[in-house]
């Protein structure tokens, strides 16, 4: 396997964490990775790791488009590039999300047949696999067609990655009858309930979905556009770590709910094992002609190790050409 | 003050507990309630309440829309006529949604100059006073000179509900910047920025939030569409839900986690009261012209209590009088 081209330039916590998650990886997983991006910076860090020069760095709130434009020899450009030059078999960025994006998509292009890419984010759910919501934030505005298609490319992402043999696929709406919520999710129901192509790609509708459902084991792929689809996404964030932080409060409330809540810590780690974004191993950019993960902006090295193990099994499980299979112009 | 009309046929609970709730209501609050509904049903359970006679119930599931227009001798559409004939000072239901707030428009009308009612809901946030959520779910499709208006009304509702002085206006989007989010949004944020009427409100618009503000005590009222507003609700309320529900899994888990646990429960306790729906009085329909209160589906007692309370409250400040005032023509 080629090395993963990690932007080692991006993230709250780069270039450190980001490094020693790369070291991590090698370490315990076996898989080369690469590290892009400035080498007066890196090279001191890197020790045998491959460093990909890039003099730029597109910082975390610079407006993608024009600052991928622009920044041509940036990290993000350079390791899209390697993947694109046949250098890398995956990137990895915990940076500017927007950015990461338009690198992958203007320098690796997009597969054959596809609209638009999506971002594909795995919500964790309690004692099952989690869900996939997508699109998570590549498009704000969508068509119908598009939502087919990325029911289609969600179903090989739950497959593939989680293993799930038919993967059950909702539309997100405000209630669960087809004639509910917006024109765009009415004209999307009829086109996913009607689809060939769906089917053809494993995937099974089972209608409208409602936001509750999300993090339910009652459904694995839940489709929407990107704007209500990031919303959903940072509502999740902010709400569990509202009631986490309070639930924290309560606990070191008094002394003796201190040492209550001591003993309870074991049994709740699991739990937060499950809602700890580092573990997720990031999201998935679909539709781009490679393999591009997206990691969260604060990620830790442990967040990297698990990016690149994710990299390292949809590479091996040959996802980017299922996903030309399940999108194939008929 | 004239009776709260009660739909007592409406929630997953009725009409036992809705009646429970109306009883509970008059001994606690001095408020008078009538009960709308079937007499031959809730005059056996009706005591000293008066009972407002509707032969007809729409059910949770059915079209809003037509079964309002064909069930004119039903209980949402007796209690609307009530407020509207002055009969009653406010309606309030648990029952179907989308047919309170039809019942309501049709038979109160809307405030002059209000182009859309919308739904204000309380959302929790701990420590703190709620966050207003607008629009919730009644208009799947808006435009932005409708979502100015949500803002004003939602400050109106914010200040004579909570207290807030000078509420803070957020518009949810998907980035902080203003060029983030659907057109819809940017023309919205523009409007806002803009917006001499808000000031004139008494509100203060702060940009754009993002899902994870909602339950934070940095934003007073999030105003958005009603579909993104319905999901970024109900994907709370799934969250939560599924957290709670884990959080319990594992304090079950063991006989020592079990005893560790009751030794928590009563520093849990403002915490559960802060997220239990029951306690939030309920979401108003913004814009009609008269009081109407929409009760979750699953209300208990409890929530009834809490909903006549509300209605007390907001009758006795005269907020129609101030949403009147906040949105008249100028």
Chains 1, 2 share one sequence.
Not at 174 to 186: D, H, N, Q, R
Not at 220 to 236: E, I, R, W, Y
Not at 255 to 284: F, K
């Amino acid at each position: 396997m080629l090395p993963v081209a990690l932007d080692a330039m991006g993230g709250d916590k780069a270039p450190d964490e980001i490094v020693a998650g790369a070291h991590r990886a090698v370490a315990e997983l076996g898989v080369d990775v690469a590290l892009v991006g400035q080498p007066e910076v890196l090279e001191p860090l890197a020790g045998d790791l491959e460093v990909i020069p890039a003099s730029e760095v597109i910082p975390m709130s610079a407006d993608p488009g024009s600052s991928v434009r622009r920044m041509k020899d940036s990290s993000l450009v350079r390791a899209a590039e390697a993947v694109r030059d046949g250098k890398a078999s995956a990137m990895i960025s915990a940076g500017n999300t927007g950015a990461t994006m338009a690198s992958a998509l203007l320098r690796m292009g997009r597969i054959k047949g596809v609209a638009r890419p999506a971002i594909a984010t795995p919500i964790p759910v309690p004692d099952s696999s989690p869900t996939i919501l997508l699109d998570a934030g590549a498009n704000a505005e969508c068509q119908a067609d598009w939502l087919l298609q990325f029911a289609q490319m969600g179903v090989v992402f739950a497959r593939t990655r989680y293993g799930i043999e038919r993967p059950r696929v909702g539309l997100l709406s405000i209630g669960e009858e087809a004639s509910k919520g917006t024109p765009l999710v009415k004209e999307t129901n009829a086109l996913l309930a009607a689809s060939d192509a769906l089917v053809a790609a494993g995937g099974a509708f089972i209608g409208n979905v409602e936001g509750r459902d999300v993090m339910t084991p009652d459904v694995d792929v839940v489709v929407t556009d990107g704007f209500t689809g990031n919303v959903v996404l940072k509502t999740l964030e902010g709400g569990m770590r509202a009631l986490v932080s309070a639930i924290f409060g309560a606990f070191g409330s008094t002394p003796e709910t201190q040492a209550a809540s001591e003993v309870l810590v074991p049994a709740l780690l699991p739990l937060y094992g499950t809602l700890d974004p580092d573990n997720t191993g990031g999201a998935m950019l679909l539709g781009v002609d490679g393999l591009c993960l997206i990691s969260h902006g604060s990620s830790s090295a442990t967040a990297i190790v698990n990016a690149v193990r994710v990299a390292k099994e949809l590479h091996d499980a040959e996802i980017v050409d299922s996903l030309r299979a399940a999108v194939a112009p008929a």
